[in-house]
Protein backbone atom coordinates (compact mmCIF):
# COMPACT_ATOMS: atom_id res chain seq x y z
CA UNK A 1 0.00 0.00 0.00
CA UNK A 2 1.00 3.38 -0.92
CA UNK A 3 0.64 6.89 1.36
CA UNK A 4 0.69 10.18 0.50
CA UNK A 5 0.04 13.01 3.37
CA UNK A 6 -0.79 16.64 2.01
CA UNK A 7 -2.38 19.60 3.16
CA UNK A 8 0.43 20.79 5.42
CA UNK A 9 1.67 24.57 5.38
CA UNK A 10 2.35 27.69 7.54
CA UNK A 11 -0.18 28.47 10.12
CA UNK A 12 -0.40 30.90 12.70
CA UNK A 13 -0.36 29.82 16.30
CA UNK A 14 -4.69 29.21 17.11
CA UNK A 15 -4.86 28.08 13.40
CA UNK A 16 -6.23 24.98 12.16
CA UNK A 17 -5.28 22.66 9.18
CA UNK A 18 -6.57 19.42 7.79
CA UNK A 19 -4.42 17.10 6.97
CA UNK A 20 -5.11 13.98 3.95
CA UNK A 21 -3.87 10.43 3.76
CA UNK A 22 -4.51 8.94 0.47
CA UNK A 23 -4.08 5.21 0.22
CA UNK A 24 -3.69 3.29 -3.05
CA UNK A 25 -2.50 -0.17 -4.15
CA UNK A 26 -4.41 -1.72 -1.28
CA UNK A 27 -8.38 -0.95 0.18
CA UNK A 28 -7.12 0.31 3.78
CA UNK A 29 -10.58 -0.65 5.58
CA UNK A 30 -9.06 -4.05 6.72
CA UNK A 31 -6.74 -1.67 8.86
CA UNK A 32 -5.95 0.29 11.72
CA UNK A 33 -4.18 3.89 10.65
CA UNK A 34 -1.73 6.23 12.30
CA UNK A 35 -0.55 9.68 12.38
CA UNK A 36 2.91 10.64 13.45
CA UNK A 37 5.35 13.21 13.51
CA UNK A 38 8.71 14.06 13.58
CA UNK A 39 10.25 17.26 14.94
CA UNK A 40 13.61 19.10 13.33
CA UNK A 41 15.73 17.48 15.97
CA UNK A 42 14.78 14.04 14.51
CA UNK A 43 12.37 12.94 17.93
CA UNK A 44 9.26 10.89 16.10
CA UNK A 45 5.72 11.03 17.81
CA UNK A 46 2.84 9.42 17.61
CA UNK A 47 -0.18 11.50 17.14
CA UNK A 48 -3.08 9.71 17.17
CA UNK A 49 -4.36 6.15 15.34
CA UNK A 50 -8.14 5.32 14.48
CA UNK A 51 -9.70 1.71 14.34
CA UNK A 52 -10.13 0.03 11.05
CA UNK A 53 -14.13 1.36 10.67
CA UNK A 54 -13.09 4.69 12.55
CA UNK A 55 -15.37 3.41 15.78
CA UNK A 56 -12.71 4.15 18.23
CA UNK A 57 -9.80 6.71 18.16
CA UNK A 58 -6.55 7.16 20.04
CA UNK A 59 -5.02 10.27 20.64
CA UNK A 60 -1.26 11.68 22.11
CA UNK A 61 -2.45 13.65 25.55
CA UNK A 62 -0.90 17.04 24.48
CA UNK A 63 -3.66 17.33 21.05
CA UNK A 64 -6.59 15.68 22.47
CA UNK A 65 -9.19 18.28 22.50
CA UNK A 66 -7.55 19.98 19.18
CA UNK A 67 -6.80 16.94 16.73
CA UNK A 68 -9.79 14.61 15.47
CA UNK A 69 -8.73 11.53 13.02
CA UNK A 70 -11.21 10.36 10.74
CA UNK A 71 -11.66 8.09 8.04
CA UNK A 72 -13.20 7.36 4.93
CA UNK A 73 -12.88 4.13 3.30
CA UNK A 74 -14.92 4.34 0.50
CA UNK A 75 -12.25 6.94 -0.93
CA UNK A 76 -9.40 4.57 0.66
CA UNK A 77 -8.53 8.16 2.69
CA UNK A 78 -7.76 9.09 6.13
CA UNK A 79 -7.57 12.88 7.73
CA UNK A 80 -6.34 14.81 10.41
CA UNK A 81 -7.98 18.06 11.54
CA UNK A 82 -5.74 19.61 13.68
CA UNK A 83 -7.23 22.74 15.65
CA UNK A 84 -5.66 25.52 17.83
CA UNK A 85 -2.10 24.98 16.63
CA UNK A 86 0.87 25.55 18.40
CA UNK A 87 4.22 26.24 17.66
CA UNK A 88 5.40 23.30 19.63
CA UNK A 89 3.03 21.60 16.83
CA UNK A 90 5.53 22.08 13.61
CA UNK A 91 6.77 18.95 12.75
CA UNK A 92 7.11 16.71 9.32
CA UNK A 93 3.64 14.40 9.58
CA UNK A 94 2.87 10.96 8.09
CA UNK A 95 0.50 8.44 8.07
CA UNK A 96 1.03 5.23 8.10
CA UNK A 97 -0.97 1.63 8.28
CA UNK A 98 -0.65 -1.05 10.95
CA UNK A 99 -1.64 -4.13 10.85
CA UNK A 100 -1.18 -4.50 14.57
CA UNK A 101 -3.97 -4.93 17.15
CA UNK A 102 -5.51 -1.92 18.39
CA UNK A 103 -3.81 -1.97 21.75
CA UNK A 104 -0.17 -1.22 20.10
CA UNK A 105 -1.29 1.36 17.65
CA UNK A 106 1.26 4.44 19.70
CA UNK A 107 4.09 1.82 18.62
CA UNK A 108 6.16 3.26 15.71
CA UNK A 109 7.52 -0.24 14.79
CA UNK A 110 3.87 -1.72 14.55
CA UNK A 111 3.68 0.21 11.05
CA UNK A 112 5.18 -1.40 8.04
CA UNK A 113 3.57 0.82 5.41
CA UNK A 114 4.37 4.48 5.72
CA UNK A 115 3.70 7.72 3.57
CA UNK A 116 5.80 11.05 2.83
CA UNK A 117 5.07 13.30 5.11
CA UNK A 118 3.75 17.02 4.87
CA UNK A 119 5.43 19.88 6.42
CA UNK A 120 3.24 22.03 9.35
CA UNK A 121 4.82 25.24 10.29
CA UNK A 122 2.98 27.26 13.24
CA UNK A 123 4.57 30.62 13.44
CA UNK A 124 3.52 34.27 14.18
Known amino acids: VQLQASGGGLVQPGGSLRLSCAAS????????MGWFRQFSEQREEFVGAISRNGDSTRYLESVKGRFTISRDNAKNMVYLQMNSLQPEDTAVYYC??????????????????WGKGTLVTVSS
Open 96 to 113: AVTQSIWARVDLRREYPY
Open 25 to 32: GRTISYYH
